[in-house]
């Protein structure tokens, strides 16, 4: 900000320089402080829930699993039903795969006659574990936690 | 009044300068276009505060707060208004986009006219992507999830920032409150303050088409016979503009109501395959002409660059000459670059499954009329990248699936049929029976281009 044009303010400035200086960077410093604090607690209100941070929930009974054909189940959290394909693979025991399509998340569709999953959004194509195999998903689908409890297959959030 | 006022403000100079501005004659209606936005907005602010009434923002009541709403004619209008509203927003604001950028308006002195421009643009376009996930339906659901997942392709951040804006991995209910904040208050908030100044300047520096008129003016020359007087020959033409736009508007809400579809299933028992607002079709077309990893130059790159050019324009282009006939390289690439929007848009909106005929076999289908919106809607979506078996076109659909006059030798039947698996589409509904037979009629007649 300028100065007031003028006789009075060349006076002013003769003999209050350091005090105006000082004011000065009151006023800016003043409502940095003021905005740092807000943007700060903006900030942190804002923050997503960790990765992972979804409760163990349960899906599902244990028996109603056929080995190696993966079942979509509802992981019901967040108000939404969140897609989630179980399965408990022969070679590798339970596992749990986020039914998103990690192209652009469209969800993703078990196709039991050829034993895989297929995106139709852009043709992505995945298989059982969720190894990419064709189209243009760039990683496999995510996997979720999963622990079974007795009989009840319980399902938490994503890894990684 | 006006005195009373002046007296304590002193503004009455500062309406001079615009209502007094002489105008060149004809004046042109495309002048009027960012006008035309204004009241786009207006109906939107008074519209969207109807529904703010009424809606209520969580996961489990959206979708039957719009839908007990929708019970009553005048809200299934109001709904309708403020949906149609906003294609009118968007359209309005992206003409006077253009239209300033012809007449070269952008240029000194009103550089800072056109950034708080691009500000409103962007916001708009914000709205637009966030109130479609509100009414929570199937349609808005799946467009906002794979809307917001492009964001993640940014370098480094871009999961956060998904996150952020999801406030979390998934869209949920959260994601609707988070949404429902922005698209209520945040967005508002910002086009009111990009707004201020834009109007401020534009009253200030008045209308760039009367630059020329203000300097034979002062030059001393008298601009009486090529003028006309803004107020009030050129408001009433810009009032009769905006009641063309709104008659407009209020017969397309009325005629064509905009329905509810059903409510959001973030499961997708039923396979819907996601489609964007047309608004974002050429996005969605450019991705699938970006196969593989080069799919982030159609996610991050292009929209950065986008930004850049839009945002840097008064400054990149030091081309001074504000007539259109002295910027050739300007205009050329602009129109270049709209006229591949509208394709892509095309496309885009082309390619997406359209509620096709089902029922009613075609006895003597033709390819152009019966066959091909048939694999558009139902099959480019996935093979348009998968090379060998694409259905795009005529020459891709006769490469190697189809035998003519022999349906049941074609390996395409036998695909959609099932006879060989997987049946096709993968993983979604089959054809109909009748679609199917409509087929084998177009292969037994030779499969012809027709
Ligand atoms: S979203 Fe699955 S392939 Fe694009």
New binding site residues.
């Given amino acids: 900000m300028t100065d007031e044009p003028g006789e009075k303010s060349t006076l002013a400035d003769k003999s209050n320089l350091p005090r105006r200086r000082f004011l000065k960077a009151g006023i800016v410093g003043i409502s940095g402080v003021l905005g740092i604090a807000y943007l700060g607690i903006i900030g942190r209100y804002l923050a997503p829930p960790a990765i992972g941070s979804d409760p163990l929930l349960p899906v599902g009974k244990a028996d109603d699993f056929a080995l190696d054909s993966p079942k979509l189940v509802a992981y019901k959290y967040g108000g939404i039903e969140q897609g989630v394909y179980v399965i408990n693979t022969s070679d590798e025991g339970w596992i749990a795969l986020d039914f998103h399509?990690t192209?652009?998340?469209?969800a993703?569709n078990w196709i039991s006659a050829i034993k895989k999953f297929a995106?139709p959004?852009?043709?992505?194509v995945y298989d059982m574990k969720g190894h990419v195999l064709g189209?243009?998903?760039p990683r496999p689908l995510y996997r979720r936690v999963i622990r079974i409890q007795g009989n009840s297959v319980m399902v938490g959030g994503r890894i990684g | 009044m006006g005195r009373w006022l002046d007296e304590r403000l002193q503004f009455s100079e500062l309406l001079r300068s615009v209502f007094e501005h002489p105008i060149p004659k004809p004046s042109n209606l495309l002048d009027y276009l960012g006008f035309a936005t204004l009241f786009a907005f207006a109906s939107q602010t008074i519209t969207g505060i109807l529904l703010a009434t009424a809606y209520i923002p969580s996961a489990a009541e959206a979708y039957n707060s719009i839908k007990v709403l929708q019970t009553a004619p005048l809200g299934v209008y109001v709904r309708s208004l403020h949906s149609w509203g906003a294609n009118f927003m968007v359209v309005l604001i992206f003409l006077h986009l253009l239209r300033v950028f012809y007449e070269g308006a952008y240029k000194k002195p009103r550089e800072l006219t056109w950034l708080m421009g691009v500000i409103l643009f962007l916001a708009t376009l914000g709205l637009a992507f966030t109130g479609y996930l509100l009414p929570w339906n199937q349609e808005g659901y799946w467009a906002t999830t794979?809307g917001s997942a492009m964001p993640g392709y940014i370098p480094v951040i871009g999961e956060y920032i998904l996150r952020i804006m999801r406030n979390g991995l998934e869209v949920t209910g959260a994601t609707l409150t988070r949404f429902y904040a922005v698209h209520m208050l945040v967005l508002p908030l910002i086009i009111l303050l990009a707004f201020t100044p834009h109007f401020f300047f534009v009253l200030r520096q008045g209308m760039s088409v009367a630059d020329k008129l203000e300097a034979a003016k002062r030059r001393g020359e008298d601009i009486e016979a090529k003028s006309i007087p803004f107020y009030p020959n050129v408001a009433f033409r810009m009032i009769l503009l905006v009641v063309v736009v709104a008659v407009v508007l209020w017969v397309l809400a009325g005629v064509y109501p905009k329905s509810l579809g059903s409510p959001a299933d973030p499961l997708n028992r039923n396979h819907y395959v996601p489609t964007p607002a047309w608004y974002f079709f050429g996005v969605y077309q450019l991705l699938k002409y970006f196969p593989g990893r080069l799919d982030v130059i159609a996610m991050v790159g292009l929209p950065l660059l986008f930004l850049i050019v839009l945002f840097g324009l008064p400054w990149l282009d030091r081309n001074p000459s504000h007539s259109p006939r002295k910027r050739p390289v300007a205009l050329s690439i602009a129109t270049v670059l709209v006229l591949g929007l509208i394709f892509l848009t095309y496309q885009g909106i082309r390619s997406v499954p359209k509620p096709l005929p089902t029922s009613g076999v075609i006895a003597d289908p033709s390819y152009k009329a019966d066959i091909d919106p048939i694999f558009q809607s139902r099959c480019v979506g996935c093979h348009g990248q998968s090379g060998g078996y694409s259905l795009d076109t005529y020459a891709n659909v006769m490469r190697k699936n189809v035998i003519p006059g022999h349906p049941n030798a074609s390996l395409l039947v036998k695909r959609i049929e099932g006879k060989v698996a997987p049946q096709m589409p993968l993983g979604l509904q089959p054809l109909s029976k009748d679609q199917i037979q409509t087929i084998k009629n177009w292969i037994k007649a030779g499969a012809k281009n027709n």
């Fill in positions: 399509c192209h652009l998340q469209c993703v995106c959004c852009h043709g992505g189209g243009p998903p | 794979v």
